[in-house]
């Protein structure tokens, strides 16, 4: 058996692996998806991904993506830890935790200071055992049915994104002061992530105030089965302003009512303002047991405040992995 960092072409058996133990419906993996996800396309740049090697067969990996993470006041390289999968018939071997291992001293190594994970529940477990993760956020799910639905009056400074440009950049320096510790949600960002992901379709639109950009929501179309849900993946404006984050999430649930929805759910964390606007829309809480959790690799100065869950401010957006 053999650990070692990816080279290229390993890909090719990474998807074979995946497709052939587990086949994802909510997140099918494709290598057009794992360039995008994996490749120097990301802005924040190459992902660290690390490999098991049996016979000449890859039999298991883990990867991490990374991430520019605004802290208090300053811009680190964070990760997301993300597509760790062994081989069933080398499952229950510990082959994750020297794959794992091996994984977080190249993070260490390449001054990775902090990185995050939204496991599953063993994912959860074993992350938080054997590679000492620790909680950070357990989300509830927000939720709102069609039959609560309500449209609202049209709002005239909503426009369709089909570029996030220079504008992006000067809403992202203006707002960002508000939010101690977030994505950085600047334009090379927000065209990689959500226009640029080559096998799913978002809805991004932007709220203005004449010609000023106030804020930005983006929006999914997500069918299980017979059911069709609308998620509302990221939304960003200044922390204190309503009016605009209200006109988002107004238009947002149009273009849901109009599309047809059953259902529409949200996991947002850090913007109590967002939740008091969906509660006053008929949103309510669903208790869902799908955790945040964060490893400190590094020894920095922010390692003790990164854990207090209140100065983060997390979308769905902020995982690749999951949506």
């Given at each position: ?143 709102i049915e069609k039959a609560a639905l309500k449209k609202n009056p049209p709002n005239p400074g909503i426009r369709p994104v089909t570029e996030f440009d220079n504008a992006f950049d000067e809403l992202w320096d203006t707002c960002s002061p508000d939010y101690e510790i977030a994505v950085v949600r ?138």
């Amino acid at each position: 058996m053999k650990i070692r960092a990816y080279i290229k072409g390993d890909e090719e058996e990474i998807m074979e692996l995946d497709a052939r133990e587990l086949p994802s419906r909510w997140n099918p993996r494709t290598l057009e998806n794992w360039y995008w996800k994996f490749t120097d396309r990301n802005p924040a740049g190459h992902a660290f991904v690390w490999v098991a090697e049996h016979q000449d067969h890859l039999v298991g990996h883990f990867a991490a993506v990374p991430y520019k993470l605004k802290l208090f006041d300053e811009v680190v390289t964070a990760s997301h830890t993300i597509g760790a999968l062994v081989d069933k018939k080398f499952q229950n071997r510990g082959l994750l935790k020297f794959v794992g291992e091996k994984l977080m001293e190249d993070l260490e190594k390449n001054n990775i200071p902090y990185t995050w994970g939204f496991p599953n529940r063993l994912a959860h477990k074993f992350e938080n055992v054997v590679l000492k993760y620790n909680d950070l956020v357990n989300f509830d799910l927000w939720k709102i049915e069609k039959a609560a639905l309500k449209k609202n009056p049209p709002n005239p400074g909503i426009r369709p994104v089909t570029e996030f440009d220079n504008a992006f950049d000067e809403l992202w320096d203006t707002c960002s002061p508000d939010y101690e510790i977030a994505v950085v949600r600047n334009k090379i960002y927000l065209n990689w992530r959500y226009l640029q992901r080559p096998d799913w379709k978002y809805f991004p639109f932007a709220l203005y105030d004449g010609d000023a950009l106030k804020g930005y929501v983006v929006l999914k179309l997500y069918k299980e089965e017979e059911t069709l849900r609308g998620h509302i993946i990221d939304i960003f404006a200044r922390r204190d302003d309503e009016q605009t984050l209200s006109g988002l999430i107004d238009h947002s649930l149009n273009f849901f009512i109009d599309e047809g929805v059953d259902e529409i759910t949200v996991l947002i964390w850090g913007s109590p303002l967002v939740e008091k606007l969906f509660i006053d829309r008929g949103f309510f809480k669903e208790t869902i047991d799908r955790p945040l959790i964060l490893r400190i690799n590094l020894d920095h100065k922010y390692k003790d405040k990164i854990l207090d869950n209140s100065h983060w401010y997390f979308t769905m957006g902020d995982s690749t992995e999951i949506f």
